[in-house]
């Protein structure tokens, strides 16, 4: 199992990715904006040419963690901009987790296969935490 902080913006996360790279010389290991992504992952058709420039997905590695980052289309309400991604070994430990956290909880994004997840969904609690539960492609 893999822990990843994801750290979710609203529109500006081109700019804290390079703040971050300077602070902590961090190294960008991936960036993908909306425009480019899998249109199977996501339907583009209704954003604005700003939001189709908008981060879709980065990796940073800072020291020696990985950390996520993404601008999302809609506001994003305080507290809700940083989850945590559990990267499972199988499908089976996702979706386990993800009945256990679901309970009082909202669903984000619900059950899904994605390019680069065989199984991802994204939920809040019922104590309000954010959590992204996956398996990653390999």
Known sequence: MIVTPNYHFNGNCEEALKLYQK????????????????????????????EKNYVYHAEMVIGTQRFMFSDDTDEIPKGQSISIVITFDCSSDVKNAYNILIDGGMVLHPLRETSYSSCFVSLIDKFGMRWELMTENK
């Open 23 to 50: 602070a902590f010389n961090g190294n960008l290991i991936m960036l993908m904006h909306y425009k480019d992504a899998n249109p199977r992952d996501i339907c583009i058709e209704g954003l604005s040419d700003r």
